[in-house]
């Protein structure tokens, strides 16, 4: 069975910690991909990753992936509020995307 | 450039009634993909349509049909509606090239009463 695991769940974080987020996914695929949700919005992609060892950064976010672990990470440095959301990530499962039950991020004062 | 759209943007309907989604790809985008995604829960897939044809189908019952248009936009029937198929139905649009991104329109939120 598919199966993309999010931790943790649910995350509350002070501005200008760091944090990561893991997401372990249970197939050979290469390609990982990472949307942040806003309440009540519908999904933006942050992140493709394509490759083992491949890093994106944009911002405050830097993803990675190790596909020979199945793991890709999703590292927030300096949080503000801004980034308070919910941050999915998903694989490929033939042309379909199978997310994971995301992590959702509160950044506090 | 307009994103993907989707409409309507809410809906009412009682159980045992049909309803009818629609979507309009991004721009230049082949490829359209349903979601649906329950109150705190990941986007669960539903198919994908290429070229008009259903060619990826997610573990969804028949009642969960759907159609794509030569333009490329695309339509999600649902029949016979039951309580449980409220929920958010996402659309996504991509090129047809394997690991594009899949890019999101804003929703349809369903409720079945």
């Known amino acids: 069975e598919l199966k993309v695991e999010q931790n943790p769940l649910f995350l509350s974080m002070q501005e200008g910690k760091n944090y990561t987020i893991y997401c372990n996914y249970s197939t050979t695929s290469d390609r990982l991909y990472w949307y942040r949700q806003d309440p009540g919005k519908s999904l933006e992609s942050l992140f493709v990753l394509l490759s083992n060892g491949a890093v994106k950064q944009e911002g405050r976010l830097m993803a990675s992936l190790d596909t020979k672990a199945r793991l890709s990470t999703l590292h927030i440095t300096a949080a503000v509020h801004d980034l308070s959301a919910t941050y999915f990530c998903a694989e490929n499962s033939g042309y379909a995307l199978n997310f994971g039950k995301g992590t959702s991020l509160l950044v506090t004062p | 450039d307009a994103g993907v759209t989707q409409s309507p943007t809410h809906l009412i309907k009682t159980r045992g009634q049909q309803v009818t989604l629609r979507c309009s790809p991004k721009?230049?985008?082949?490829?359209v993909s349903w979601y649906q995604q329950a109150l705190g829960q990941g986007p669960q897939f539903i198919f994908q349509?290429?070229?008009?044809?259903?060619?990826q189908r997610g573990n969804f019952p028949d009642r969960f049909s759907g159609h794509q248009f030569p333009n490329y936009s695309s339509e999600l029937n649902v029949n016979a509606l039951l309580l449980g198929d409220s929920a958010l139905y996402l659309c996504?649009?991509?090129?047809?090239?394997?690991?594009?991104?899949?890019?999101f329109g804003p929703g349809t939120r369903l409720l079945v009463l």
């Open positions: 721009s230049g985008h082949d490829t």
């Open positions: 996504a649009s991509s090129f047809d090239r394997g690991w594009e991104t899949q890019y």
């Open positions: 349509y290429y070229e008009e044809e259903e060619r």
